[in-house]
């Protein structure tokens, strides 16, 4: 079984600043996805990775995967109040179409 | 399309009692998935469906869980009889198929049993 390991579980940090949230894992996955969900709500996905090495941005985020296609990072530059909430990972195996989910990482950004 | 539609948003039931969520997923896709979501657990997976069949229900923790599909538009998570560990936040979630994995998830079931 594979497993997506995330990190960290929790931060809080102050507005406008940097952070950066992981996601590893021994095996090798097709595609990686990221999710942010909001209280009361289902995850949403905010983009997808494919290809080993890629970099997608969207607008503050930045999201890479990793070559060997093990591992992905997702970095917010001057992180905003509205950037609260829990970010998760998910990766797609080749032969399996369930995804496999992270932990979550609660995000706190503080005005 | 309206997205994934789950009801009841919440649910407070005695221990014992039969609880029965349901979800209509988005029009023309192919799987869909039950989850349970803790604090303590995150996010599990405990079945999904191709096409209105079970693929794998591996995910479901006993066997007082049953879930069904009878057509593509409508599927159940029944719990009989509920245990209070049974509290958690239940979503529906459906997604395309063929290599479109992208899951749309509902708003939830927040079940509470006392």
């Known amino acids: 079984t594979q497993l997506l390991e995330q990190s960290p579980q929790f931060l809080s940090i102050q507005e406008g600043e940097n952070l950066t949230v992981y996601c590893n894992s021994s095996?090798?996955?097709?595609?990686l996805q990221w999710y942010r969900q909001e209280p009361g709500e289902g995850p949403v996905l905010l983009v997808t990775?494919?290809?080993g090495g890629e970099v997608k941005k969207l607008k503050r985020l930045t999201f890479q995967f990793g070559d060997a296609r093990k591992d992905s990072s997702l970095h917010i530059t001057a992180a905003q109040p509205g950037d609260t909430g829990l970010y998760l990972c998910?990766?797609?195996?080749?032969?399996?179409?369930?995804?496999?989910w992270g932990a979550g990482t609660k995000l706190i950004i503080k005005p | 399309d309206a997205g994934v539609i789950q009801s009841p948003r919440h649910e407070v039931t005695e221990m014992g009692q039969e609880v029965t969520l349901r979800c209509k997923p988005i029009?023309?896709?192919?799987?869909l998935f039950w989850y349970r979501q803790t604090m303590m657990r995150g996010l599990e997976l405990l079945i999904y469906?191709?096409?209105?069949?079970?693929?794998?229900d591996s995910g479901m923790p006993e066997d007082r869980f049953s879930a069904k599909m009878p057509n593509a538009s409508f599927s159940t998570l029944k719990i009989q009889p509920s245990e209070p560990r049974d509290s958690a936040v239940y979503f529906c979630?459906?997604?395309?198929?063929?290599?479109?994995?992208?899951?749309?998830f509902g708003q939830g079931t927040r079940l509470t049993v006392v």
């Open positions: 979630a459906s997604s395309l198929g063929q290599e479109n994995t992208e899951a749309f």
């Open positions: 029009s023309g896709h192919d799987y």
């Open positions: 469906f191709n096409n209105n069949v079970p693929i794998d």
């Open positions: 095996s090798v996955f097709s595609s």
């Open positions: 990775v494919v290809t």
């Open positions: 998910a990766g797609a195996e080749d032969s399996n179409y369930q995804l496999i």
